[in-house]
């Protein structure tokens, strides 16, 4: 069994930043190994970047956000991962941000290996199914890209 952290960082200009789209599409890729009656990836919605002044500490919630921020980033960056005992987490700990709040899963080679390579085709077809083949086309000769009005409408 290897002791397993998973993290994903999404950077982006702040005019264009919108963090529900990437965080559900990742939580998407990640729900296609859950079993309803079997473990699953879940979040850490402690270690994400969203606080709330309802939050635990109940204090400076912007502040707290920024540095978890940064904090995650450099964690990212340096590959730190936290000590599972209790010292190793109160080392870790912050003024705004608690090391305690870190979790890690448990996978076994199988599960690392169906990660980093998921099951393709010839895994996943029968052995008395044919393959169905299929190929890329090019679009129609006469099909109009920029016109008046009248091209468009005599394709429709």
């Not at 540095?67 to 870790?92: A, Q």
């Given at each position: 069994?290897?002791?397993?952290?998973i993290?994903f960082?999404?950077?982006?200009?702040?005019?264009?930043f919108?963090?529900?789209?990437?965080?559900?599409?990742?939580?998407?890729?990640?729900?296609?190994?859950?079993?309803?009656?079997?473990?699953?990836?879940?979040?850490?919605?402690?270690?994400?970047?969203r606080?709330?002044?309802?939050?635990?500490?109940?204090?400076?919630?912007?502040?707290?956000?920024?540095?978890?921020?940064?904090?995650?980033?450099?964690?990212?960056h340096?590959?730190?991962?936290?000590?599972?005992?209790?010292?190793g987490?109160?080392?870790?700990?912050?003024?705004?941000d608690?090391?305690?709040?870190?979790?890690?899963?448990?996978?076994?080679?199988?599960?690392?290996?169906t990660?980093f390579?998921?099951?393709?085709?010839?895994?996943?077809?029968?052995?008395?199914?044919?393959?169905?083949?299929?190929?890329?086309?090019s679009p129609?000769?006469?099909?109009a890209?920029f016109?008046?009005?009248?091209?468009?409408?005599?394709?429709?």
């Amino acid at each position: 069994m290897f002791d397993t952290l998973i993290r994903f960082v999404y950077l982006s200009p702040k005019a264009g930043f919108y963090d529900t789209y990437p965080r559900r599409g990742i939580v998407g890729a990640f729900n296609q190994y859950q079993v309803l009656d079997l473990n699953g990836f879940t979040q850490n919605y402690d270690k994400s970047t969203r606080t709330k002044i309802w939050n635990f500490p109940y204090y400076f919630p912007n502040r707290r956000n920024e540095y978890r921020k940064h904090r995650l980033l450099h964690d990212y960056h340096h590959r730190e991962v936290i000590e599972h005992t209790f010292i190793g987490k109160l080392i870790s700990t912050y003024l705004l941000d608690s090391g305690f709040k870190s979790k890690s899963a448990l996978l076994n080679l199988e599960s690392i290996a169906t990660l980093f390579h998921p099951p393709t085709a010839p895994v996943l077809t029968a052995p008395h199914l044919k393959r169905v083949e299929s190929r890329k086309g090019s679009p129609p000769a006469g099909l109009a890209i920029f016109g008046e009005e009248e091209s468009i409408e005599k394709f429709q």
